[in-house]
């Protein structure tokens, strides 16, 4: 591993310090509905007129164009300055915007890539469906050609945030006789289309608001020219839109993580003695060992952004999500052993018990901790298929 910082990447960080620093919207996040769509939208907006949207855009489409080390620093100081994560920008950002960049035409990029930057729309993505998650090929929402359009039918299942979308990144298939790989295409919807249905699918993080929905597609028309790449093609676009999600932002989870063991540290300190049902020695084991995961999953961080840099592509990064998911599962489930029926009296203190329930999602979510093991067994370590 060399990754070390110039005196030039030193300076870029103190800027982004200082921006960060006056310029962070400190009202706690909204969980959910119409407020927390505002509340991303206007942290967006704040990035972009300060300057700092997209940084991991090229600068020909507005975007910052940083290397990866200044990604880095940068989600390394958002997480520092305790930044809020406007999740419901991050299917535009990281999967719809850089798709566009990379295979859409001059119309895509010129409609989009500024509204996404500029913070006004909200991107979903709809490429699950009831039958085909971890294996996604099988996908079965059909679009066939009618003049000028494709006319789409079919559902969509776990599209997070759809019913607060205004796009959503639409896999369909379009040719049933293909290989399931190659009859695919990656088209842009929009949610508002006649034909569109959405039900919300009730969580257990919190009964009464809506995290994802089901879409259904009744005879939508979308036009052609909203297909991104060729049609049929789509399987290769999403295998890039899947990259990007596994891209520098994920250093923000493992720094605001790192905080988190330091402050179950306090926490715990002050629970000793109390009701807590733990022992001291096992507290201090489980979060000795938390800490010290803690800092072996930035010691990867660097490790795969040092490679990243040196021109090496891998999947070493598949090793990084099935660390950090399962350690942050675990300094959940430890925070609420600390805390006991306190985290549930105290709950605007840090909604420990909404994180402890939403953390049993970031195995699953984005390819489960078992689809990463296989991409473990097979690319990393060269197993056998
Ligand atoms: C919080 C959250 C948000 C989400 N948001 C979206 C979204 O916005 N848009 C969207 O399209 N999707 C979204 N998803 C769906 C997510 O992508 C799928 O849940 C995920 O890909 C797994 O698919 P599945 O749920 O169909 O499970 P399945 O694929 O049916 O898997 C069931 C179990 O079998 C295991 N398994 C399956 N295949 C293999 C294999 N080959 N080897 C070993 N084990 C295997 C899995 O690991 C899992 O434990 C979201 C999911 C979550 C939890």
Redesign the pocket.
Known sequence: MDLHFSREDKLFREEARAWLHDNVIRERRPHAGEEMREFDLAWQRKQYAGGWAGVAWPKEFGGLGLSLTRQLIWHEEYARADAPDNHLCF?ALNHAGPTIIARGNAAQKQLHLPQILRGEVIW?????E???????ASLKTHAHVDGDDLVVNGS???????HLSDWQELLVRTDTEAPKHKGISWVICDMKSPGITLRPIQIMTSPNQV??VQCFYDDVRIPRSNIVGDMNDGWNVAMSTLGFERGTAQVRDQIRYAFLVEKMIRKAEERLGSDCPLSRDEIGARLAQLRADMAAARAMTYMVVSRAEAGIQDSQSSLMRAMVGETQQRARRLALDILGPYALENPEEDDWVYFYLRSF?IT????????Q??IIGERVLGLPR
């Open positions: 299917v979903c993505q709809g490429f699950s009831p039958n085909a998650g971890s294996d996604l969509k299942i776990w599209t997070s945030h759809g995290h994802f999602s699953i979510a984005a390819g489960t901790a078992q689809i093991r296989n």
